[in-house]
T-cell receptor
């Protein structure tokens, strides 16, 4: 069975602050993929990043960065210098080979960036 | 390139009524997914189609939910009869057949059952 835990239900920050969204996952698969999606108020899920279980390199894309640590089964997401437009619900998701790569989502973290 | 289209965007019905949702995936995408997203939770896969065949419907409540994908393009998801706990956003997504992890999501249909 797959499980994704996003312990932070809501986070509120002031613009320009850095913020880290936590994600912890559980899987027995050796081959799996991890994802982050953004869901703005419009409702569409927007893909942000995908990592596979064999690639633990951290990644940076502009103000976004991701820290993947297999030793702690975590895939955390950091936004540097947050902006009001970053306000959204962020979902971490897992897809393992044993589950036919079916996406299992966490419950999401609501990020509010205040001006 | 046009994205995934869904209609209606909002629907309010009374319990025991029936309802149908429509999805038009991105042109050429062989795989289509329906997800249910209950308020405060992440999306949960209901059914996955590969062309017009069902790949996974293990989490679809088949006593009341049904889905079809005619000619491997558009899809409809039906609920009959609806229950209060069916209130949720129903998301449709599509992906190229060989690139399952690139799922593109539509805006969703928000269903309220009263």
């Amino acid at each position: 069975a797959q499980k994704v835990t996003q312990a932070q239900t809501e986070i509120s920050v002031v613009e320009k602050e850095d913020v880290t969204l936590d994600c912890v996952y559980e899987t027995r698969d050796t081959t799996y993929y991890l994802f982050w999606y953004k869901q703005p108020p419009s409702g569409e899920l927007v893909f942000l990043i995908r990592r596979n279980s064999f690639d633990e390199q951290n990644e940076i894309s502009g103000r976004y960065s991701w820290n993947f640590q297999k030793s702690t089964s975590s895939f955390n997401f950091t936004i540097t210098a947050s902006q009001v437009v970053d306000s959204a619900v962020y979902f971490c998701a897992l897809a393992g080979g044993g589950s036919n790569y079916k996406l299992t989502f966490g419950k999401g973290t609501l990020l509010t960036v205040n001006p | 390139e046009a994205g995934v289209a869904q209609s209606p965007r909002y629907k309010i019905i009374e319990k025991r009524q029936s309802v149908a949702f429509w999805c038009n995936p991105i042109s050429g995408h062989a795989t289509l997914y329906w997800y249910q997203q209950i308020l405060g939770q992440g999306p949960k896969l209901l059914i996955q189609f590969q062309n017009n065949g069902v790949v996974d419907d293990s989490q679809l409540p088949k006593d009341r939910f049904s889905a079809e994908r005619l000619k491997g393009v558009d899809s409809t998801l039906k609920i009959q009869p609806a229950k209060l706990e069916d209130s949720a956003v129903y998301l449709c997504a599509s992906s190229p057949g060989t690139v399952w992890y690139e799922q593109y999501f539509g805006p969703g249909t928000r269903l309220t059952v009263t």
